[in-house]
């Protein structure tokens, strides 16, 4: 299975600012997917990030909020832009290092907190 | 639109089996059933999936009704470390865009 390294692992940060998340992947990915797991809640998908093209997001998350670059097949950014405290929630990259939809991996999680 | 269902929490005692269930009365042809789970402060872990036949690893076994419209995953011997959230996701995996949904999910608490 494949390896993730997302960073930062855990952030503070002020309102209105912005944080990038990376996510490196130790092999060639298609597809990369962003979530977000606000407190006490299930994973909700962001969007899905293709290499060479925009990133497809899903209903109530728009590109302006939370842009996505995707420059090569191993590598990925989150941004959360203009944070406010209800931006507070862990988020998590994953991939599908089999490229047959199954056994997806996560990577640990950025647990953001906005104050 | 939830296609899954899935009990809020269950308790195990450790050395048992614990049997999760999951109704997926929608399912369609062409959906497997994947279990995923979420250990405290971790990113999901893939454990098994299935169309209609059996399915068992190192990790678990998946039962899947012959109408496919229930399931369930069994850990044989539960242990503290399996205790987490459990999600059961059904999707079709020709979709193009490989997307997981994830539901609720059912936490198991596994006790001494």
């Known amino acids: 299975s494949a390896v993730i390294s997302q960073k930062p692992s855990r952030d503070i940060c002020q309102r209105g600012t912005s944080l990038t998340i990376q996510c490196q992947v130790d092999s060639q990915v298609t597809m990369m997917f962003w979530y977000r797991q606000q407190p006490g809640q299930s994973l909700t998908l962001i969007a899905t990030a293709n290499q060479g093209s925009e990133a497809t997001y899903e209903s109530g998350f728009v590109i302006d909020k939370f842009p996505i670059s995707r420059p090569n097949l191993t590598f990925s950014t989150l941004t959360v832009s203009n944070m406010s405290p209800e931006d507070s929630s862990i988020y998590l990259c994953?991939?599908?290092?089999?490229?047959?939809?199954?056994?997806?991996?996560f990577g640990s999680g950025t647990r953001l907190t906005v104050v | 639109d939830a296609k899954t269902t899935q009990p809020p929490s269950m308790d195990c005692a450790e050395g048992r089996a614990a049997n999760l269930p999951c109704n997926h009365s929608?399912?369609?042809?062409?959906?497997?059933v994947y279990w995923y789970r979420q250990i405290h402060s971790q990113g999901p872990q893939y454990i098994i999936h299935g169309l209609k036949n059996n399915e068992t690893n190192e990790m678990a076994s998946l039962i899947i009704t012959e109408d496919r419209k229930s399931s369930t995953l069994i850990l044989p011997h539960a242990t503290l470390r399996d205790t987490a959230v459990y999600y059961c996701?059904?999707?079709?995996?020709?979709?193009?865009?490989?997307?997981?949904?994830f539901g609720a999910g059912t936490q198991v608490v596994v006790t001494p």
């Open positions: 996701i059904v999707r079709d995996p020709t979709d193009s865009w490989g997307k997981l949904q």
């Open positions: 929608t399912i369609s042809g062409n959906e497997y």
């Open positions: 994953s991939v599908d290092p089999t490229g047959l939809n199954y056994g997806y991996t």
